[in-house]
Each structure stands twice: as C-alpha cells, then as structure tokens.
C-alpha cells in the first residue's frame, strides 16, 4: 500500500575522520515503513523524558521500538543507546529486527556480546538489556549501563524497579536523555499504577495512543475475529485504546484528587471520634485483613472536614475527612507475627491504636484466633462488625467516601512533600480492583489492599458515607463483639 514520505531525513553522510555528517546528501537513503498510528511515537521529539505508545496486542510495537531506536542511532551519533526488553528472548528478537535493516544498509561496524551491542559506523553504540531480574543480589542487568536514550519493548511486563533504574542510567545525558517505550493496555497493577503517573505528569511524560486499525498491515477481519475471545470491555480497552479501566469496583475514585497530603495535624480528631464511637480515644485506627497466604493492614487518622458543605450541618455535629497514612503487608505470617512486625515499623505505642478486622468469622481465611493474637502482641482489637458485611454495601460506602453524589471528597491516601502516595498498593487497588475480580484469591489479587480500609472505616461510616452517621447509640450493634 503506497503512502506518504516524511520530510525528516535522519542521519547522513558520515565523515570518520570529523566524526560528524558532513550535511551533503547521502548516497544511498533507507525507507523504514510505518502505519499511521506509529507516526506520532516515531517522530515525537518534545522535551518529555518519557514517550509511550500505547497500542493493542498485533498492533506494531515491537515494530515501532526497533525503527525508534534505528532513528536515534542516527540522529545520534557517538552515542550510546539501551534497548530493553522484559526478558532475553525478547532481546534477541529486537536484535535480529535492528540487523534486518541496519547491516543491508552498511551502517554495522561490529556484532559484540557481554553486554550484548552493535556498534555503527557513525559511532553509535546500541546496547541489547533485558530487564528481568535474576535474583535480588545481582540486581537489575543495567544497572551499572550508562545511556543517552533508551527503547523500551513491553514496557507493561517490566518491574518498577526496572523502570526506575533505567530513569537513572541517564545522567551523563542529563536533560537530553530520552526514553520511549511501547505497551499494551495491560490490566498489570504495577503498570497501571505508572500509566495514571504518567498522565498526571504531562510535563516529564507523554502517552500517544494508537488503535489496531491504525495498522494497515493486518487485515481489519483479524480485529473483528478478536471479539469473540475477548470481553466488550477488554476489546474497548486493548483493540479500541480506551484509557479508562473497565468495571473497577471503586468507580469514583480519583487519583489525582484522591491523593493528597495530611491537613494540619491541629485538625487531628482521630482520638475524638474514637472516643465517641468505640469509648476509647485511640489515635491511630488499623484496618486488617488476613489472609492464607499474605495479611495486610492499613492505619487511618481522621481530620475534621472544613467543608464546604452543600447541605444543612446539625449544632454539634462533627464532619471528617479520613487519610490512609500507613501501609503494612506481610507474607507467610500469622497474624500475631503480622501485628508484632507492624508495631516495629510504626512508631506509635501499642495502647494508641485499635486493630478492626475482617468480621467474615465464617470464612476459612479468618477466625476468632486473629482478634486474640492482635491482643497478645499488645494492641487492641475488635471485630468492625457483629455480623458479615454485605460486601456490596462496604464498596457503596468507599465509593461515596472518594467522592459523593454532591462531588464532596472525605477519603484520601496520603502522600509525601512530594505528592507520591504513602500507600503505593492501595492506590492499585483502588485502581484497578474490579468486579469480574471480586472473590478470586491467588495471584494477583488487590481485594487486600482496599478491604483493609472498608473494615476500619464501617463503625464510623457504615450509613453509606453519610457524614451524619456519627451519633448515639450505634456502638452496641457491634461492639458485642468486642
């Protein structure tokens, strides 16, 4: 299919002796293909350090991240460039891919491994990485690697870490260092929780999205077939490029709005509002939920609401904001395990907390052992219900506490000066937890993470997020089980 020329002409005729282009026309000029919706990544050249495209399974990425690299190599001269993959057959794909074109055109001077590399006659050298890591001694491959670009293929299937390790290798480039990377709409926790990071900070990252009939290399019919194996929502979101993530439980959440720093501790009413509910001011309250193979608590404070409200406020009655201030998971503990490692990691005495926990009594994850093993680290502990939860009604009532029907926000995780959240798994959970999800145990599963938070926040919120749920005579129906 015949199509249009850039204007851009990378590289040139290349002098060994100058090492420099000499700016004469080149003998001979190499056309790399594209489709339309791999123009915008390929030639994207803003001030962003990081340049994503997203694309759908099939639709061209590994293609776009081996032309991307060839454009930098010889945009580039004498630099040094990393090409990373996930893992090591991947590698090796992208490096026979970058050989199809660049030996047939003579720009290779050389084949070389430990690092795997090829050096080009302009004096780029473009090195081969994948970013999996062997073990925690060795650390992350690259990590020693120095580049003035990067190429990331994959980028859903690396690590954090992986990808914040490659942020670094840059430094000898300083403000010119580049990285572009190429993925999938991955439901991967780790990666949606970059993906939103990225978006919310346009000045240092750019997503450009391309659908799968942007390639005009693959059959239309091939799309079509897709919908039989996939849900509507998956087909939106992988084939289609739809951004949102379908069907999340916590559908009001908001990241950018839901993230915040503390207020002023001066409105600290965590020990007031205890005292009200449970008869004991406690200035710390623990969600925990436990778990066969993990158990997971949060620590929340409460601060009193400045408002504005939208409705009538009640003499005397006291509004609240609740921030998830702490973060503790552990694997392969008991739950006593769990609450004695939590109280060396949080500063606060054992006698300011109070531990509410998963009520479901009935379930083979939870029984009344893990009230008494709480106690016997030190710290109190209570059941946040006297019967089972309707689990519907618990995801009701942290959807209207990230954001109510009037748009009033009273739940937030806190984050550092620096706006990154104290509660990175959280955050993920509210994300991406979704409905198709619920009540799958394995791997994988982010029900922990915001469970935690429902639980410690019933006896105070149970009315749906209604602020004025806070009032006589409601302790009773749970605190018999106390």
Same mark, same amino acid.
């Given at each position: ?176 260092? /580049?990285? #572009? ?5 991955? &439901?991967? %926790? @780790?990666?949606?929780? +970059? $993906?939103? *990071? ?22 239309? /019919?091939? #799309? ?5 194996? &996939?849900? %509507? @929502?998956?087909?939106? +979101? $992988?084939? *289609? ?242």
């Amino acid at each position: 299919m015949p199509g249009e020329l850039l204007e851009t002409v990378y590289g040139g005729r290349y002098d060994k002796e100058t090492g420099d282009y000499t700016g004469e026309e080149p003998e001979r000029i190499v056309e790399l293909s594209c489709h339309p919706g791999q123009v915008g990544f390929l030639t994207e050249d803003g001030p962003q350090i990081r340049t994503m495209a997203l694309g759908p399974p099939g639709g061209g990425k590994s293609f776009a991240a081996v032309r991307k690299s060839l454009i930098a190599s010889a945009d580039q001269p004498h630099s040094v460039g990393g090409v990373i993959t996930p893992v090591s057959t991947a590698k090796r794909d992208l490096m026979d891919q970058f050989l199809e074109v660049a030996e047939p055109a003579k720009w290779v001077a050389g084949v070389y491994s430990n690092p795997d590399r090829i050096e080009l006659v302009n004096g780029t050298v473009v090195q081969f990485w994948a970013s999996l890591e062997q073990s925690t001694r060795t650390g992350i491959p690259f990590k020693h690697a120095n580049f003035d670009w990067a190429v990331e293929d994959e980028h859903q299937n690396m690590s954090t870490r992986a990808c914040q390790v490659l942020n670094l290798r840059g430094r000898r480039a300083g403000m010119n260092y /580049r990285i #572009w990377s190429t993925a999938t709409n991955d &439901l991967n %926790a @780790e990666f949606q929780h +970059r $993906l939103r *990071e990225w978006y919310n900070n346009p000045e240092v990252a750019k997503v450009v999205p391309f659908i799968a009939s942007d390639n005009v290399f693959v059959d239309l /019919r091939w #799309w079509d077939i897709q919908k039989h194996f &996939l849900s %509507a @929502e998956d087909y939106r +979101r $992988l084939i *289609e490029g739809e951004r949102t993530v379908p069907g999340v439980v916590y559908h009001a959440f908001d990241a950018q709005r839901n993230v915040r720093r503390m207020p002023d501790l001066a409105t600290d009413v965590t020990a007031e509002v205890c005292n009200q509910r449970l008869g004991k001011p406690y200035r710390y309250v623990v969600g925990f939920d436990p778990g066969s193979a993990q158990n997971a608590s949060h620590v929340l404070k409460a601060f009193r609401d400045p408002g504005p409200f939208t409705g009538p406020v009640k003499p005397g009655e006291m509004r609240v904001l609740w921030f998830v201030v702490g973060e503790f998971v552990t694997k392969d503990t008991t739950t006593r395990e769990h609450a004695e490692q939590f109280s060396r990691a949080f500063p606060f005495g054992k006698q300011e907390c109070i531990w509410l926990i998963d009520p479901h009594v009935e379930g083979k994850e939870t029984d009344q052992s893990d009230r008494n093993q709480i106690r016997q680290a030190g710290m109190d502990a209570r059941w946040a219900s006297a019967q089972k939860i309707p689990q519907k009604h618990r995801f009701q009532m942290v959807n209207a506490l990230w954001c109510d029907a009037t748009g009033h926000r009273r739940l937030f995780w806190a984050a550092d000066a620096h706006g990154k959240t104290l509660c990175p798994l959280g955050v993920q959970s509210a994300q991406l937890y979704r409905h198709e999800d619920v009540g799958k145990k394995g791997r994988g599963d982010l029900s922990h993470y915001t469970d935690t938070v429902g639980y410690a926040l019933f006896p105070f919120e149970y009315l749906r997020g209604n602020p004025s749920s806070f009032g006589a005579n409601q302790e009773n129906k749970w605190g018999s089980r106390s």
